[in-house]
């Protein structure tokens, strides 16, 4: 079976602070993974992918985020919080033949 | 019109009304899904189409009918609602190339909401 957690169902940061959100996944084969941010009312933007070779990869808006295959992780992290950034946060994990699975979210509210 | 589009944006029906959301692809793309969002749930694939064949139905409820005339297009058709299935429908789409998927694009959402 495959599945994604996001542990965290909301995060407070202050801005300029650092930010890392966590994101498990349950898979048997080597997974796509992916982050996507969704603003209120809105559909929901690709952040940054992972398919294959360096485990860290760049996103957009400053964002970055590492797999780890002996954690089954692939946490997302950014130096500095802006306070544009708050949003609703998305892992999801993809496999062949088109299935994508998403995790519950992580809510971000950032603090001036 | 760049991305994916959705319309209506914001819809509000009764629960014996016929609608039809539709979702626009400006990408090239062969793939197209419709995702439910409700508060609190994770995104529930609904209908995916793969080339403007149906390739996935999760069990949806058969008052909800999906259509893909072709690979720009899909539709999404309500009818008989029930109020929990007020929520955010979502549309996306991706390239993909044999059984490779590549990442979704998404679309705005139309919100809906069934009285």
């Known amino acids: 079976a495959q599945s994604v957690t996001q542990p965290d169902i909301h995060i407070t940061v202050s801005e300029g602070a650092s930010l890392e959100l966590r994101c498990n996944y349950s898979?048997?084969?080597?997974?796509?993974l992916f982050w996507y941010v969704q603003s209120p009312g809105q559909g929901l933007q690709l952040l940054l992918k992972?398919?294959?070779?360096?485990?860290l990869v760049q996103g957009i808006k400053g964002f970055e985020a590492e797999f780890k295959r002996s954690q089954s992780s692939f946490n997302l992290r950014k130096p500095s919080v802006h306070w544009s950034d708050a949003a609703e946060y998305f892992c999801?994990?993809?496999?062949?033949?088109?299935?994508?699975?998403f995790g519950t979210g992580t809510s971000l509210t950032v603090i001036p | 019109e760049t991305g994916v589009t959705q319309t209506p944006r914001h819809l509000v029906m009764g629960m014996t009304n016929k609608k039809s959301l539709k979702c626009e692809q400006h990408?090239?793309?062969?793939?197209m899904y419709w995702y439910k969002q409700s508060a609190k749930k994770p995104l529930e694939l609904m209908f995916v189409?793969?080339?403007?064949?149906?390739?996935e139905n999760n069990s949806v409820p058969s008052r909800f009918s999906p259509e893909c005339p072709n690979s720009s297009h899909l539709f999404l058709h309500l009818h008989t609602l029930q109020p929990e299935d007020s929520a955010l429908y979502l549309c996306?789409?991706?390239?993909?190339?044999?059984?490779?998927?590549?990442?979704?694009?998404f679309g705005p959402g139309t919100r809906l909401t069934v009285t």
């Open positions: 992972y398919f294959s070779g360096d485990t």
């Open positions: 189409y793969s080339l403007e064949e149906r390739v």
């Open positions: 990408l090239g793309h062969n793939a």
């Open positions: 898979y048997g084969a080597t997974p796509y």
């Open positions: 996306a789409s991706s390239q993909a190339v044999g059984t490779l998927t590549y990442e979704q694009y």
């Open positions: 999801a994990v993809g496999k062949t033949g088109n299935q994508f699975y």
